[in-house]
């Protein structure tokens, strides 16, 4: 069956590390992003990528890189300069464009990363 | 203005009752989609809609594009649907969510 996987489910890691977020999907979409979530509030996008080797910045890039060396996989990088990395991140995938037929996402459970 | 709008953002009932959850949005688009969020938890997707109406089990997703208005209703609620509900929408090129509706259904 095809989905979307997102690895590992909780992550912990200490102040001033890098540290990657897995996600991978085997739907052949074209499209994928990455969100975050604080407490109490609502999905703010990270980064979103339409192709491979392309990606753009969402509302709140700063501290974050990505990749999409290939169709299946947009790893997420927490850098050590995003302020505060705690929070709940969250992967998703598309077709695209979107076409009336095809409107179909999927989304990963999440990484919850805690960084002490 | 939030593009996607959700209503009530707290919802607190007796276990039972017959429960609703609004989501409105200004834009244009493709899809909707219905997610679950179970405190501590991961994201489960609970219906996509691009028309109409749709039915799993004691819930029940509507969609009007013309009003650009959707919503999830829960029949028979019981304490384990105690939960964030999230509405996203497909644009035409991303996805954007609502704030969240956080249901705690009460024994």
């Known amino acids: 069956d095809g989905g979307i996987t997102q690895s590992p489910k909780y992550l912990f890691r200490k102040e001033g590390q890098n540290v990657t977020l897995s996600c991978e999907q085997n739907l052949n979409h074209d499209a994928m992003y990455w969100y975050r979530q604080d407490p109490g509030q609502g999905l703010r996008l990270i980064y979103y990528?339409?192709?491979?080797?392309?990606?753009q910045k969402g509302d709140i890039a700063e501290g974050y890189s990505v990749s999409r060396e290939k169709k299946e996989s947009f790893p997420l990088t927490v850098t050590s300069a995003q302020k505060n990395p705690t929070a709940f991140y969250l992967c998703a995938s598309s077709p695209y464009p979107y076409r009336a037929e095809n409107t179909e996402a999927f989304f990963g459970q999440g990484t919850r990363l805690t960084v002490v | 203005k939030n593009e996607v709008e959700q209503s009530p953002q707290n919802l607190t009932a007796q276990e039972g009752e017959f429960i609703t959850i609004n989501c409105s949005y200004s834009v244009g688009i493709s899809a909707l989609h219905w997610l679950q969020q179970h405190p501590g938890g991961g994201i489960v997707s609970l219906f996509m809609?691009?028309?109409g109406k749709k039915k799993h089990g004691r819930l029940i997703a509507t969609i009007n594009i013309q009003e650009k208005h959707s919503s999830l209703h829960i029949t028979a609620s019981h304490p384990r649907d105690s939960a964030v509900y999230i509405c996203a929408v497909i644009r035409d090129d991303k996805i954007i969510f609502g704030k969240g509706t956080r249901l705690h259904i009460l024994p």
């Open positions: 990528s339409q192709i491979v080797n392309d990606f």
């Open positions: 809609l691009s028309s």
